[in-house]
């Protein structure tokens, strides 16, 4: 099965990190150091350098996830549903 990237600028590593974890790391990095969840994935570290590489692109994609499909950012290993990341953006914005 192929790799879904998502189409807009910077796509390709968002679709590396994935926008639910994006999500959830940048909450901890710009608000909250007590928000873990985006730690409940092994490869948080790797997803780290490309959040660290990509921060030009971070208010752009916020705005580019508020709009994707509920049931799309639902599906992450991360415990958190699309309101609660939808909640998250809204404080990052």
């Known amino acids: 099965m192929a790799r879904h990237i998502f189409n807009f600028d910077g796509g390709e590593d968002l679709t590396t990190m994935g926008a639910s974890w ?12 007590s928000h873990m969840n985006w730690k409940k994935v092994s490869t948080y570290q790797l ?3 490309v ?4 921060i030009n692109y971070h208010k752009y994609w916020f ?8 049931c799309n950012l639902n ?5 958190l549903d699309s309101i609660k990341i939808k909640e998250l953006i809204k404080k990052l914005m």
Not at 22 to 33: E, G, L, V
Not at 75 to 79: A, D, G, P, S, Y
């Open 22 to 33: 994006f999500i959830s790391y940048a909450y901890y990095f710009y608000i909250d150091k």
């Open 47 to 49: 997803r780290i350098n």
């Open 51 to 54: 959040f660290n590489r990509t």
């Open 63 to 70: 705005k580019q996830i508020r709009s994707m499909k509920d």
């Open 75 to 79: 599906k992450n290993t991360i415990e």
